[in-house]
């Protein structure tokens, strides 16, 4: 692992400089402002009415977050009231690290403020962390103590530029609102967001902002969660968010200093620059090295699933799926719930791993949060199931069911990565809030939930519109992996074949777990001819960029790599339409390519009678299907595409004598 260390320099503080900090954060002259490396960015400082700390943002000259409350209540006592500021220490971090995701290699590079804060009635001091990228703004507390201390809540908040139209999921199910983060993405304008839907006010992390007058893009969410209960945005009208807790008025304990996590806006002049960003797995710490120094267990790859379209089956099931897996190409198969009641299921669990070993084939299995999430004598129960895990022989645990954020299950999570890690185990995580960057820090997280997936469409709430799908590559997976199980061409919804399959191209988890049933996808006639497409599409990409054109809910168009293979996906919301786009990253060499596209022409496909026993088709019983073509391209060319209502599109583009590095 490269280790992301930081090489700080303090520097003087002029007192002037500190008298203008203070003074007030309305003023636009960036001379005033803390600025970022490449001054694209900046934030300035105020104390407010009452002796309130304040903050605001500048985009390109422009204030996006205007003047906005800061400070965290601790043992009853707002320590964001009556304060003074003392010089802080500058510090300046510009370094690179291996990552995976989007791109291989991320690079860290801000200014840092720290802030010596004094609460003046309670003599407590505490720090405020300032840091200032080219790509958006993070602050944290550090509120240092010994024992219990009592966190009742933040004052933390965003006051977004007017006219902002602002991308919020939401579960129109008031008892799974937000324990899963399973809600649909959707827009509104700012100034309604308090109250546009029923379900109140509240609303999970990431929000993201097209900002008005072509201003650009932003998204206002957390990083770094760890030892703290997990942040919400509350509207409270007047274009206002504020931090919100899990625990309400009643609050949650921290032993000893609080570190809050980062409290983050990231910004971008476009939606290439929202994807690419690194802010938050740049704030979140490096691996331990004692815990990663050997990381060779932590392999991204595919993974076959009977779940979605079969349950679970008997331990013969289980079996061929792993024949399945190895026939696909793919590096792992996932045994999912009610294993646990087979006869002898440990016994079963290792002749399956011992089968999978024979094939290539790594094994998953999955459990209950509720049957290991005792902390009693470091959580005995956890240790011991990992423990009867490896001696199986399987390479990694589903963890399902937290449904929720609060501290407790916070704390549950990491201690499951910390003890997952001692016994080189590799973690997915479902019925979980979203990424805050957990995976940089504790590289065997390989995904998590916290997204609305394809296994919505069999259930009451479906299916799965295609505005969400594109949408999600702009707003849920710009804060890190997530297990949306693509591919589901036998219950597809409102969406096209060609739309299922560029799905595994936009949506960004190094383990990729496939909700189709694997015969279908090698069997099927029609689908047949594009599964040497399927097996070469990789979990993890070399680098990425999003196609002008894109446009959040209605069109995601992207290129990614893999070594020297470039893959194109389209994903097409409700309007059809003609997509015309360059490729300049090419050269001037020539290129096998083999694209997959919306077929006008062919009659619907009847999805009934189809290998899926638990699909839901509702109203959509057919589906346009696709059609594959191979052709040759010479160098850089523009290239147009018929895309269907609900459509999609992929195109792998391998350079002529070149391999494909398919993981």
Same mark, same amino acid.
């Given at each position: ?13 002029? $007192? ?5 900090? #203070?003074? &007030? ?16 960015? +900046? ?52 370094? %690179? ?58 004052? +933390? ?41 029923? !379900? ?18 932003? =998204?206002?969410?957390? =990083? ?6 997990? @942040? ?17 008025? =009643? ?46 267990? #932590? ?77 009693? /004598? ?38 499951? $990565? ?7 185990? @590799? ?13 940089? &820090?504790?590289?065997?997280? @390989? ?6 997936? #394809? ?13 969400? /799908? ?14 949306? &199980? ?34 279908? !996808? @090698? ?7 594009? $599964? ?19 446009? #959040? ?17 389209? $994903?097409?919301?409700? %309007? ?45 019983? &057919? ?7 191979? %052709?040759?391209?010479?160098? =850089? ?19 002529? /004598? ?6």
């Amino acid at each position: 692992m490269t280790q992301n260390l930081m090489h700080l320099k303090t520097v003087a503080f002029p $007192l002037f400089i500190q008298a203008v900090l #203070i003074a &007030t954060a309305c003023q636009s002259n960036a001379g005033d402002h803390l600025a970022s490396p490449s001054k694209v960015i +900046s934030a300035s400082l105020e104390i407010g009415p009452g002796g309130s700390l304040r903050y605001a943002v500048f985009f390109n000259g422009t204030q996006v977050v205007e003047p906005s409350e800061l400070g965290i209540t601790i043992n009853g006592v707002n320590l964001g009231r009556g304060v003074v500021l003392g010089p802080p220490d500058i510090s300046e971090i510009d370094v %690179t690290y291996a990552t995976r995701g989007h791109h291989g290699q991320a690079r860290d590079h801000c200014k840092l403020w720290r802030y010596p804060v004094t609460h003046t009635e309670s003599g407590r001091q505490y720090t405020l962390d300032l840091r200032v990228y080219d790509d958006g703004v993070a602050f944290r507390y550090i509120v240092p103590g010994t024992g219990t201390q009592h966190v009742d809540g933040e004052d +933390s908040s965003w006051k977004l530029i007017a006219n902002s139209k602002t991308w919020f999921f939401e579960r129109l199910n008031k008892q799974w609102k937000l324990k899963s983060y399973a809600g649909e993405w959707m827009p509104t304008d700012i100034e309604n967001l308090q109250t546009v839907l029923p !379900m109140g006010p509240i609303q999970g992390t990431p929000l993201v902002f097209e900002l008005p007058e072509a201003l650009g893009f932003a =998204a206002v969410t957390k =990083a770094a969660l760890y030892n703290y209960s997990g @942040m919400r945005l509350k509207a409270i009208g007047d274009r206002t968010l504020v931090a919100s807790f899990t625990e309400g008025d =009643a609050g949650f304990d921290v032993d000893g200093t609080v570190i809050t996590p980062w409290r983050v806006i990231m910004l971008a002049d476009d939606l290439n620059g929202l994807v690419n960003s690194d802010l938050i797995s740049n704030l979140n710490p490096a691996p331990d090295e004692s815990l990663f120094s050997d990381s060779s267990y #932590i392999k991204p790859g595919r993974c076959v699933w009977s779940w979605e379209t079969l349950g679970l089956g008997s331990p013969e099931t289980q079996r061929h799926f792993i024949d399945l897996a190895a026939q696909m190409e793919f590096e792992y198969s996932l045994v999912d719930d009610g294993w646990k009641d087979w006869e002898s299921p440990w016994r079963t669990i290792k002749s399956l791993c011992d089968h999978g070993k024979e094939k290539n084939v790594g094994v998953w299995v999955w459990v209950h949060s509720k049957d290991i999430l005792d902390s009693a /004598n470091d959580y005995a129960l956890m240790q011991s199931f990992f423990d009867r895990v490896i001696e199986s022989g399987a390479v990694g645990v589903k963890i399902d069911f937290m449904n929720g954020e609060s501290k407790d299950l916070i704390d549950f999570e990491i201690v499951a $990565l910390r003890l997952a890690a001692q016994r080189e185990l @590799m973690i997915n995580f479902h019925g979980c809030h979203a990424s805050t960057g957990e995976s940089q &820090t504790w590289p065997n997280e @390989m995904t998590r939930e916290g997204i609305r997936g #394809i296994e919505v469409n069999k259930m009451k709430e479906g299916p799965l519109p295609s505005t969400h /799908n594109a949408a999600l590559p702009f707003t849920r997976f710009l804060v890190g992996h997530a297990d949306y &199980t693509p591919v589901l061409y036998t219950n597809p919804g409102p969406t096209t074949w060609a739309h299922q399959l560029a799905t595994t191209v936009a949506f960004t988890s190094p383990l990729q777990i496939y909700a189709e049933h694997p015969e279908t !996808m @090698m069997q099927l006639p029609i689908l047949k001819d594009a $599964l040497s497409v399927t097996k070469t599409i990789p979990s993890v990409w070399d680098e990425t960029i999003v196609l002008p054109g894109s446009k #959040i809910g209605e069109l995601s168009a992207m290129a990614r790599r893999s070594g020297d293979v470039w893959f194109i996906g389209l $994903l097409n919301a409700d %309007t059809p339409r003609t997509f015309e786009f360059d490729l300049p990253f090419l050269d001037n060499h020539g290129y096998s390519v083999t694209t997959i596209s919306d077929d006008f022409d062919a009659e619907p496909v009847s999805l009934e009678g189809l290998l899926n026993q638990k699909a839901d088709l509702k109203a959509f019983k &057919t589906v346009v299907p696709f059609k594959v073509d191979q %052709t040759r391209w010479k160098g =850089a060319k523009r290239i147009r595409v018929q895309l269907a209502k609900g459509g999609g599109f992929v195109a792998i583009i391998k350079p002529e /004598n070149a391999g494909i590095r398919s993981r």
